[in-house]
């Protein structure tokens, strides 16, 4: 398991560095011994079930091993979770022990390393499936997140499988960029390098450029390239736009790169082709929590435009009566928190299709298929996703459900207004009729935080909650934008 792995790291390679950090460094016999330390401190405390609340750093994935070493599961909670949803991550997953700098009452504080480690006593806890290491939040489109039950043996499926499907490209350094709640980092931050053997750089979320949870400074970023020069990063589809104009305002700073897995959304075609233009080794792939992230992936070689990638060898994914992707794989969840144990196979929700030569293609999300007054059907990640290719427009939302003319809610770049609309007629002069931007709503409230998903999703119901009465006034109204 990944304790055993570290251990065979720090025999084979003990003085090599594995985790550089802000102001300090581990090689693998530090990091091994730490995660041997921590891991026996919290077994002395009788831990069960460990909070991890905080902001990404070389401690954060010691304290991930520890609780593998130690047998403990282990809950990251999302800095960006508002005060409810991480109560309720708290209370819903039975936690006894919290690792935070946010002292709360009824908890007892010990002096630890790392941190202030916090404890209570936990009767009656939640059940969890059989096997349980990690419990993992998804990003929450409603008030109460779900909390997804892996076992650290798919995790090390899915972390070996990709880091045999990545060995040729000799990767040497990878530099975390999300936050590493988000499993897809974790597992690219911590497991990948961890059975590779190379070094991960995890810096605080303000030296790579973040400023609360939808605020970036692509400056900060750039030198952050420029100091560390990674190998490999992972982005969503937003850092991924700043990436490609990093790449044309200083290519020095993107010269060390090898691979940059892209995902977290739907990419737009355009985008992906300008990258390929101007050299950006990225790679579109797709994967969810509930089948230990990963599903599939593009790699050098072996990539199809306009494609998530193949399935990983060992998964296979196919299509049900609804056109939705369904996932059977050595690393699916077991279940979720407080819900009977998941089945063999899982329903994703998302819409697509696999091709003949097994390269799978995403259209939306089945939730998210929008119907309009005329009663035609359309999934709105796909003009969103094509927007994305328009430089100034920093955000879109499309809402077309039940209304006459779709429409398209605008966070405009700075001073760039009339750029975005000019870019957005274009845009939806391809379209057909039924998907196109009928009207323009700008505003930048769709930007703010509650209005996101980790990944930089649109939480669409919370939007529409807060904007439907102007979404509707103009759709209906003769006196808004029209493209």
């Known amino acids: 398991m990944f304790p055993d792995l570290l251990k065979q790291q720090a025999a084979c390679q003990p003085d090599a560095i594995a985790l550089y950090g802000e102001t300090r460094e ?28 905080s902001e990404n750093s070389p401690e954060w994935a010691i304290f991930d091993l520890a609780c593998y070493a130690a047998g403990i599961v282990m809950v990251p909670v999302p800095s960006f979770f508002t005060a409810a949803q991480k109560a309720w991550v708290l209370s819903s997953a039975s936690i006894d022990a919290r690792l935070s700098d946010e002292v709360m009452e009824g908890w007892q504080v010990h002096d630890f390393p790392f941190g202030k480690l916090q404890t209570r ?46 060995t040729p490209l000799s990767l040497q350094k990878h530099m975390v960029t999300l936050p590493l709640s988000i499993l897809l980092e974790n597992l690219c931050g911590i ?31 750039q030198q952050a390239l420029l100091i560390w020069r990674p190998q490999s990063l992972v982005l969503v589809p937003e850092l991924l ?17 090898r691979f940059i897995a892209a995902g977290g959304g739907k990419i737009s075609e355009q985008l992906m082709a300008l990258a390929a233009i101007s050299g950006l080794p990225v790679f579109e792939g797709y994967g969810l929590s509930e089948c230990g992230s990963v ?43 407080g819900a009977e144990a998941a089945s063999a196979t899982v329903a994703t929700g998302d ?16 939730k998210n298929v929008q119907i309009n007054a005329f009663g ?26 039940g209304l006459t003319r779709n429409v398209a809610l605008v966070d405009a770049f700075d001073g760039q207004h009339e750029e975005a609309r000019e870019q957005l007629m274009a845009l939806s002069a391809r379209l057909p009729d039924y998907a196109q931007l009928h009207r323009l709503l700008f505003t930048s409230e769709i930007s703010l935080p509650g209005m996101l998903t980790a990944n930089g ?21 003769e006196n808004h934008e029209l493209l």
């Open 241 to 257: 736009r700043v990436v490609f104009a990093l790449r044309y305002q200083m290519p020095e700073c993107t010269q060390s790169l």
């Open 457 to 477: 999703r649109p939480r669409r119901n919370a939007i529409w909650q807060s904007l439907h009465q102007q979404i509707l006034t103009c759709s209906e109204g």
């Open 26 to 53: 581990w090689n693998w016999r530090q990091y091994h011994e730490a995660v041997e330390e921590i891991a026996r401190q919290l077994t002395s405390l009788g831990v069960k079930r460990l909070a991890l609340e």
């Open 121 to 166: 006593v936990v009767v009656d806890p939640n059940p969890l499936p059989p096997g349980t290491a990690r419990v993992t939040y998804t990003s929450g489109t409603t008030g109460e997140p779900k909390g997804v039950c892996l076992s650290q043996h798919g995790l090390l499926w899915t972390a070996q499988t990709l880091a045999t499907e990545l």
């Open 376 to 401: 035609r059907n359309f999934s709105p990640e796909w003009p969103e996703a094509e927007a994305m290719a328009c430089p100034s427009v920093r955000r879109i939302v499309v809402f077309g459900d």
């Open 191 to 221: 497991y990948i390098p961890l059975v590779l053997g190379v070094p991960t750089i995890v810096l605080p979320p303000s030296q790579v450029g973040f400023d609360g949870s939808s605020r970036f400074n692509s400056a900060q970023f």
């Open 295 to 337: 599903v599939s992936l593009n790699l050098p070689g072996v990539t199809k435009k306009g494609s998530v990638g193949r399935p990983l060898p060992g998964i296979d994914v196919s299509v049900d009566e609804h056109q939705q992707l369904c996932v059977t794989s050595p690393a699916n969840a077991l279940g979720y928190l």
């Open 351 to 366: 819409l697509g299709t696999v091709d003949e030569e097994g390269f799978i293609h995403i259209h939306g999300r089945l």
